[in-house]
């Protein structure tokens, strides 16, 4: 392996290791311990692991087919140290304007829904069902007639 491949080795698992920082404060911060029973929890675990895994040894293999040494696992804990240290604040931060950003977009986008859509057909169903009620009170009354 020539000196350049090692060093683009390093960069991305150093850039993955931070991806794993990332994706493990994501996971805790949507994953609910209360409210589920405790084999989903360890399911859920270990699925996301097993994601995390997959995803780095992709990238492994994309960069040097794969091979795995000693220094692409110290780059990696090196990238979730650097991550821990230095980003898990400001990323933490970042992620929950991002969320509360989509929860008022998606509040927002039910109201707009509910004011253009839902109204106009509820109050296109009521004026039909007043002429259905006309029509048949007239018919009704000519019959009787």
Same mark, same amino acid.
């Given at each position: 392996m020539?000196l350049?491949l090692?060093?683009?080795?390093?960069?991305s698992?150093i850039?993955?290791?931070?991806?794993?920082?990332? /994706?493990?404060?994501?996971?805790?911060?949507?994953?609910?311990?209360k409210?589920?029973?405790?084999?989903?929890?360890?399911?859920?675990?270990?699925l996301?692991w097993?994601?995390?895994?997959?995803?780095?040894?992709?990238l492994l293999f994309?960069?040097n087919r794969?091979?795995?040494?000693?220094?692409?696992?110290?780059?990696i804990?090196?990238?979730f140290l650097?991550?821990q240290r230095?980003?898990?604040?400001?990323?933490k931060? /970042?992620?929950?304007?991002?969320?509360?950003?989509?929860?008022s977009?998606?509040k927002?986008?039910k109201?707009?829904?509910y004011?253009?859509?839902?109204?106009?057909?509820? /109050?296109?169903f009521?004026?039909?069902?007043y002429?259905?009620?006309?029509?048949?009170t007239a018919?009704?009354?000519?019959?009787?007639?």
């Open positions: 020539s350049n090692q060093f683009l080795t390093m960069l698992m850039g993955c290791g931070i991806y794993i920082g990332m /994706a493990v404060d994501t996971f805790y911060r949507f994953h609910s311990r409210k589920r029973a405790v084999f989903y929890q360890y399911a859920n675990e270990i996301f097993c994601l995390q895994g997959l995803i780095t040894f992709y994309l960069v794969g091979e795995i040494r000693f220094y692409i696992i110290v780059a804990l090196f990238g650097f991550y230095l980003l898990r604040e400001w990323y931060k /970042a992620l929950e304007k991002v969320i509360q950003w989509m929860v977009t998606a927002w986008l109201k707009l829904f004011h253009l859509i839902w109204v106009p057909l509820k /109050a296109i009521q004026f039909l069902t002429i259905l009620t006309l029509f048949w018919v009704i009354a000519i019959i009787l007639f």
